[in-house]
């Protein structure tokens, strides 16, 4: 499969945890971009890279969260001391010099207990 | 302040007719907006895209109408199959070729009945 793969699919954590998310992009998209998605709303922007250069972060982004992109393939985006206000779905997507469209991975579900 | 407006929260339309879903923007220095469509427990999922240097882009059953002085948008499926019955998400940047980060409407739930 050549899509964007985002692993875990689902996860579910209790309060005051860390957790861990991965997203491997299509092969040589050297654009990535981590979204959130919670019920009844679109995905909202959270970061982006381009290569392994982090360009932008969004207000969302509070000191808890940080993303990384260390060899300027896969990333992960790590959330410290879980709220119940993070359970959301995680969206990675990804895009390539020509594309004009940014292609999304099936996301993890977050659920915090 | 939301950027990026889809009024409808949710459309019902009969198999075989046209569906119409509308978006509007706000930002002046959106240039690029995109249409995805999203079936649950899954990813969105690109369908078309259109420049603002364009009014209109076709692509099979699914056109795209950009009203610039209006800052308004739409998608038309003809015709419209149950299969096409999900969530459809506005998205819209301001950059080059859609490279900044997007920024998209709360989403229309289209319904196709057969």
């Not at chain 1, 919670?38 to 922007?45: A, D, H, K, M, S």
Request: net charge neutral; with cysteine; glycine share 8%.
């Amino acid at each position: 499969d050549t899509g964007v793969s985002q692993d875990p699919r689902h996860k579910i954590t209790k309060r005051g945890q860390n957790v861990t998310f991965r997203c491997d992009p299509i092969s040589e998209h050297n654009r990535l971009y981590w979204y959130r998605q919670t019920l009844g709303q679109g995905p909202e922007f959270l970061t982006y890279f381009q290569n392994e250069a982090q360009l932008e972060k969004s207000r969302l982004l509070s000191d808890r969260f940080s993303a990384e992109r260390p060899k300027g393939s896969f990333s992960t985006l790590e959330i410290q001391r879980t709220e119940q206000g993070d359970s959301a779905m995680y969206l990675c997507a990804t895009k390539g010099g020509e594309e004009t469209e940014a292609f999304f991975g099936q996301g993890t579900r977050l659920t915090v207990v | 302040d939301q950027q990026v407006k889809q009024n409808s929260p949710s459309l019902s339309v009969q198999e075989g007719r046209i569906s119409i879903l509308n978006c509007d923007y706000t930002n002046s220095m959106f240039d690029y907006f995109l249409w995805y469509k999203k079936y649950p427990a899954e990813g969105p999922t690109f369908l078309i895209s259109i420049s603002s240097i364009k009014d209109k882009n076709e692509d099979g059953r699914f056109t795209v109408f950009l009203n610039k002085s209006a800052k308004h948008l739409s998608l038309h499926i003809v015709p419209s199959q149950p299969g096409d019955s999900a969530v459809y998400f506005c998205a819209a940047s301001a950059g080059s070729s859609g490279n900044t980060p997007l920024v998209f409407g709360k989403g229309t739930r289209l319904s196709v009945i057969a």
